[in-house]
């Protein structure tokens, strides 16, 4: 399935009715406990809040979704959600591979604050080779050293 990366902010939301459809339809996906708000209230709240999304997009559709606050440093992720329709394909797996490679690009590392995210997410991430930082604070991708493979 050859998804690529999709930036959503706030001057594509408004002007994108496809977009606007597609992101609700992600996040009426999630479970009631991750987001505690209509799904259009919580996008809207995190693009006012200066948030975009990072979204996998096959065939002008986007399929799963992620909340990123972008600092000088890095991209923080939030509320990964994939469409229900879609899960257990790679989606989720590979939106967080291009939205790391969108943040090295933009000289930032990607990162995850450990309070915020669901043990399911927790082990998706450290299976792409994410690992906590010291601090505990957050997830971020580990050097080989860190994560001790041998590459």
């Known amino acids: 399935m050859p998804v690529t990366l999709y930036l959503v902010d706030k001057s594509v939301w408004e002007s994108d009715p496809q977009v606007q459809l ?10 009631a406990e991750r987001l505690h708000m209509p799904e259009e209230v919580f996008i809207r709240k995190h693009l006012e809040a200066g948030y975009f999304f990072g979204c996998a997009r096959f065939n002008d559709r986007l399929l799963a979704a992620v909340a990123v606050d972008a600092d000088d440093e890095a991209w923080w992720l939030t509320e990964l959600c994939v469409r229900k329709t879609t899960r ?21 590392e ?42």
């Open 22 to 31: 597609d992101l609700q339809k992600i996040y009426a996906d999630a479970p």
């Open 110 to 151: 990607l990162r995850a604050p450990s309070s915020r995210l669901p043990v399911a997410d927790q082990v998706l991430l450290t299976r792409l080779g994410y690992r906590p930082h010291a601090t505990g604070d957050y997830f971020q991708l580990a050097s080989p050293l860190q994560g001790g493979g041998n590459t």
């Open 88 to 108: 257990r394909r790679g989606v989720g797996s590979r939106l967080l591979a291009l939205v790391s490679e969108a943040a090295r690009n933009a000289g930032c």
